[in-house]
């Protein structure tokens, strides 16, 4: 990505060097840093070893084509409220949490900006998008070690999951809603657990992550490896493990309002985007 002077406002292109005619539908409108965030991670995914493939990041994921896959921390916050013993207050208090997850590709369009992570409902960082208080902030940090690049990627996450009937259900914690997916949401959802890994399909049936291991989580951390081992000899995954994962599956989007890129070669580089409205990206160099 080349210098810039000055700070430009960009509505339509996946450029910042271009300046096109205007496009105001979601398949055409790209944030101005997507496509260079894209030609970091093709570059830095082709070295990282064992590295599946990126062609999904352009292509529409299925079986055949599955979701890229590359670690990045995910950082979210905990709010708890507590009162002060000594004055009657209520305070809080706020703690950032930031754990390795694995990237997916982008939810809806190639180039949509919205990262998609999986998880499973068990774990902390779901409690911490979905309570109201912090709005489903997150910021997601990418190294990309070959080239110095820094993408620190921040906004607010919604998360589309299983309720107890069995519907999708999407959660969007900055607007204080939790209500049935509509289609495309629905769809993202059964497509990001569709192309799960029969081993990673099997993960969301392991005994709840974080609580202190006895020897029932035990025997049931051994029946998820026999069926794991039994999935790698071509049995198919039985029925009440797929239930009982899909049930515990969780696909993060994270809708991003900031992206900070920064580049630690030479002199460096760095530039901050910022979102202006629905389809619209302001970005300027700020010293690095
Ligand atoms: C290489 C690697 C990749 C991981 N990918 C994910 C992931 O995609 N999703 C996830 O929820 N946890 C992933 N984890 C586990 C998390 O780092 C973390 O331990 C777990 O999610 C519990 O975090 P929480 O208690 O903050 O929710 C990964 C860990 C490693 C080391």
Known sequence: MSAHSHSHSNRNTGDPLMDTAAHHNLETVIAPWVSTFKSFLRSAAAKHNGQSSTAALDGPVDESNPAPSYPFTLSTVSVSEFTDERTGETKSFVRPHARTCMFRGFAFTPNSGILTVTTDKRMAKFDQIVRPLTHGAFEACFYFENDLVQFRIAGSCKLAFLNHSGEVYLS??????????????????????????????????????????????????????????????????????????????????????????????????????????????????ICP
């Open 172 to 285: 969007d914690p900055a607007k204080g809603t939790e209500e049935p997916a509509d289609d495309s949401v629905a769809s993202e959802f059964y497509k990001s657990w569709t192309v799960l890994s029969p081993a990673m399909k099997l993960s969301f049936c392991k005994p709840p992550p974080g609580a202190e291991f006895s020897q029932e989580h035990f025997e049931q951390l051994e029946k998820v490896e026999k069926a794991t081992n039994n999935v790698r000899n071509g049995e198919e995954i039985p029925e009440e493990f797929m239930a009982e994962g899909k049930k515990n599956f969780v696909l993060i989007m994270c809708s991003p309002e900031l992206v900070d890129f920064t580049n630690v070669s030479g002199i460096g580089q760095r530039i901050l985007f910022e979102r202006a409205g629905e389809y619209v990206w302001t970005f300027k160099e």
